[in-house]
Every structure is written in structure tokens, then in C-alpha cells.
Nanobody
């Protein structure tokens, strides 16, 4: 599976962005998907995860209520809608795929495939 993240950019605090992660391959609909982010000088951190069906989601406390993860299996795409953005959301955002699909993981080592990252910058 190859993952291609897009949709990052520069936005003012309080604004919104929607990230997309397009996946190649016919098995996308079986995979659990996650979003992670890494700010300069910091470790990569979990943002959100979604099960293969889309019925179950899981968020980091720092983004709960502001970010929404969703997926469209017909389009082989997972999304991250980010609202009420804050300067501390500034980071490179990565999407990742978990072949097992059924559970939701917040640890990066649980994921098998990674996209290349897209930069999100939130100005104050």
C-alpha cells in the first residue's frame, strides 16, 4: 500500500484545513487508518485513528472536539478535518495504515505503512 497525504498549508489560528490521504491498492477498505504529527524538535505523536469500517474513531485529547477523522472506502481515502486550529497544531502530518483493521491504535509501531507527510502551519 502506498499512501499520499495532501491538503496541508498555512492558516491563521481559528481557521480550518482538511487533510486527505489517498491510498493505492485494493485492500484499503480492510485497513485501520491513523493520523500522526511531528513538530520540530518533538517526537511524532498520535492524532486520530479510524477502523476499517469507519464506525469507530479515536482521538488524542489535544484534538478531541476540534478534529474529525473520516474515510471513504470507495475512494480509497481517509480525511482529517481540522477546525479551530491553534499554533500548537503546527507540524508535519502523516497518515498511516494498519493491516489488521479492527482495532484503533495510538502507537506508531502498530502501523505498517506511512505516507510522506504534509506540512500544516498555524499562525497566531
Amino acid at each position: 500500500v502506498q499512501l499520499q497525504a495532501s491538503g496541508g498549508g498555512l492558516v491563521q489560528a481559528g481557521g480550518s484545513l482538511r487533510l486527505s490521504c489517498a491510498a493505492s491498492g485494493r485492500t484499503f477498505s480492510r485497513y485501520g487508518m491513523g493520523w500522526f504529527r511531528q513538530a520540530p524538535g518533538k517526537e511524532r505523536e498520535f492524532v486520530a485513528a479510524i477502523s476499517w469500517s469507519g464506525r469507530n474513531t479515536y482521538y488524542a485529547d489535544s484534538v478531541k472536539g476540534r478534529f474529525t477523522i473520516s474515510r471513504d472506502n470507495a475512494k480509497n481515502t481517509v480525511y482529517l478535518q481540522m477546525n479551530s486550529l491553534k499554533p500548537e497544531d503546527t507540524a508535519v502530518y502523516y497518515c498511516a495504515a494498519d493491516r489488521r483493521g479492527g482495532s484503533l491504535y495510538r502507537e506508531s509501531y502498530e502501523y505498517d505503512y506511512w505516507g510522506q507527510g504534509t506540512q500544516v502551519t498555524v499562525s497566531s
